[in-house]
Each structure stands twice: as structure tokens, then as C-alpha cells.
């Protein structure tokens, strides 16, 4: 059985210590190790157990981040799914755009579509990986609702619909918070929970449409051995701060679309915040060099707050240069020492 761990000393823990270990959302290119595909990734628990544990070998990752797939939660819903060999799954458009269909839509069962297929890794996982927390990963309220009603179409509903975007979240927020309580039920420390889509909203209707949501599962699964990491690589995220601060995650990873070092003047002493390399422009299209240039670039500009941690400004995609990857821990130790 997994080991429990007090989460709430760790981030307290990290905090403290003056020498972090990185923590990027590193976990499709995996399957360059196993040499698979992402298909393969996908629909295996016994796979994603064992990228998670590859990963966590070659890497001094402070943590294990299990994949970003945002395409899980909304498969279950009934929406249609693209999936390729060498990219993340996506959602293909919408299922939701009257009231009427709102209210008709059903709440999955949890270990619907591959829900079980990741519970199933994250159990695997945890017996595997026992030097470091173990995080599944999950989708965020609006983000989810957003791709069962359509990404950009979401935007406008919250203007001119917004009592069906209430009822999608709703449901969607209830079929989160018991896919995260299952994942806590077989040993995870946390998740990470993506909300992207927040980041497009102004202020206020991220408050009412995606932060509210997110603090009622944050309060319902958080506890001293399990964390929610809330994720937003949305451009508007230190505009949304106060309302992402309220949802009560202790810590806050950001996106590089935002200047990481505008947002540490921001966070609380308490709360610890990740980010934010490039994923795409540098870990898998930059060079060994310009790699390690803009991880120290950034924590030079950073880890003047102790409660900074580098990581990915998302997640890195699955054909990402390993000779990249190694070069960021390198830059990350370098800069220590």
C-alpha cells in the first residue's frame, strides 16, 4: 500500500529549503524511454505506471506528475476524442449547447471511459515511486465544461447563457471531486489540476465560473496528506490572482504566457509557485543551451522568493528532446551550485 504523507509539511518543507528540487509536468515523453506511442500511453495503466517510473529514475524531479491528458473527463461525458501516435488527445467539438441539454446530461460513473485505466496507473505508481509525492492529474471545472460546450463558444455562453454554464459545472464539478476522491482513495499525495480555459476569462467571471467551482473540490478533497496543485497557463492569470488565491490550493503553477517573476510579487509567503520554461518553444524545440539559458534566466529573476519552485510552464510534449529535458535538471543544479 502507498505511503501516506503529510502534505501540508511538505510544501512547508520546500519552502524551507534553500536548494529546490524541480518540478515539471513531465510525463508523455515517456514514451520515447519505452519506445511506444502515445496511443499506447493512453490505454495502459501497467504503461503509465512505468513512464511515471522512468521518468522518476532518470530525473531529480521533486515530484511525479502523472500525464496532462485533458481529454479524459470529457470522453466520459460522451465527447468525441482525436488521438495520435506522437500528441496529447484532444477533444473534438461540443455535445452541449442548449439548456435543455444541460440539464439532460448525466453525471458519468467514475472508472467510466479510461478513468479506470488512470486510477488504475496512479495505484500502480505510488508502490513504484516511493522517494517522492505522486500526483494524478485532473481537469478543472470550467476547462472541462468548456470543452463539452466548445472552447470558444464557452466564452460567450458565460455572457449570454449563463445558467446553463452553471448547471455543466455543476455536474461537471461533482463527476472532478469523486475522480479525484478515487485517485486519493488509492495513494495519490495530490493532483494537479489543469484550468487553462480560466485563464481567457476577465476577473470577475473567472471568480464566478471557474474559481468558485475549483474551492468547493479543493475543500471537499484537500487534507494534510492530499493537495490540489492548481494549474492556469492563461495570459490573464495575475489579473485572476485574488480569485485563484481564494480557492485555497497551496500551490499555484503558471504557464510561460505570463512573467513569472510579476506574479512572485503576488503570491503569499505561504503558498508555493511553479513555473514557467517554455515547454514547446524551448524543451522541445530549443537547443541544450538555450534551454539551460532560459531556466537560469528565470530563476535568477525568481528564486530570490523562497517559495518559487522552476518547473514547465506546462506540460512538455511527448517529443521532446530528452538531451533538452536532462539539460533543464542540469541548469537547475548549476544554478544551485
Known amino acids: 500500500m502507498a505511503q501516506t504523507m503529510n502534505m501540508k509539511q511538505w510544501v512547508k518543507d520546500v519552502i524551507a529549503d534553500p536548494k529546490k528540487k524541480a518540478v515539471p509536468v513531465l510525463s ?9 506511442s502515445v496511443k499506447d500511453l493512453i490505454s495502459s495503466s501497467e504503461l503509465q505506471a512505468k513512464g511515471m517510473k522512468e521518468v522518476a529514475d532518470r530525473t531529480p524531479a521533486g515530484a511525479s506528475v502523472s500525464l496532462m491528458d485533458l481529454s479524459v473527463e470529457a470522453e466520459c461525458f460522451g465527447s468525441n476524442i482525436h488521438i495520435s501516435d506522437d ?30 485505466i488512470y486510477i488504475d496507473a496512479i495505484e500502480k505508481a ?5 522517494d517522492r509525492p505522486v500526483f494524478a492529474g485532473v481537469i478543472g471545472p470550467f476547462s472541462l465544461a468548456g470543452r463539452l460546450m466548445d472552447v470558444s463558444e464557452a466564452m460567450i455562453y458565460c455572457y449570454e447563457e449563463p445558467d446553463m454554464v452553471h448547471t ?22 495530490g493532483v494537479v489540476m489543469a484550468e487553462p480555459l ?48 481564494a480557492t485555497g490550493s497551496p500551490v499555484l503553477h503558471f504557464g ?11 503570491i503569499p509567503q505561504d503558498v508555493i509557485a511553479m513555473g514557467n520554461i517554455d515547454p514547446a518553444g524551448q524543451l522541445k524545440n530549443g537547443t541544450v543551451d538555450s534551454v539551460k539559458a ?24 511527448p517529443l521532446s528532446k530528452w538531451e533538452n529535458i536532462d539539460a533543464f535538471f542540469e ?5 544551485y551550485s
Do not use: W
Open 28 to 36: 508523455f515523453p515517456a514514451i520515447q524511454l519505452m519506445d511506444i
Open 87 to 116: 500528441e496529447v488527445p484532444t477533444v473534438v467539438g461540443s455535445i452541449i449547447s442548449t439548456e435543455e441539454e444541460a440539464d439532460a446530461m448525466e453525471v458519468p460513473k467514475i472508472g467510466a471511459g479510461r478513468t479506470q
Open 126 to 130: 505510488v508502490d513504484l515511486i516511493t
Open 168 to 189: 455543466v459545472l455543476e455536474k461537471v464539478t461533482e463527476f472532478i471531486t469523486e475522480y479525484i476522491l478515487a485517485y486519493k482513495k488509492v495513494g495519490a499525495h
Open 198 to 245: 480560466a485563464g481567457l476569462l476577465s476577473p470577475a467571471l473567472a471568480e464566478e465560473f471557474s474559481s468558485d467551482y475549483v474551492k468547493k473540490i479543493v475543500d471537499t478533497v484537500q487534507d494534510d496528506n492530499f493537495i490540489v496543485v492548481y494549474h492556469n497557463c492563461g495570459n490573464c492569470t495575475i489579473q485572476m490572482i485574488d480569485s485563484i488565491l
Open 256 to 266: 510561460n504566457a505570463i512573467a513569472m517573476e510579476d506574479m512572485m510579487e503576488k
Open 294 to 317: 532560459s531556466t537560469k534566466e528565470i530563476m535568477e529573476k525568481c528564486c530570490k522568493y523562497p517559495n518559487f519552485v522552476i518547473s514547465s510552464g506546462c506540460d512538455i510534449p
Open 331 to 335: 541548469a537547475v543544479e548549476e544554478f
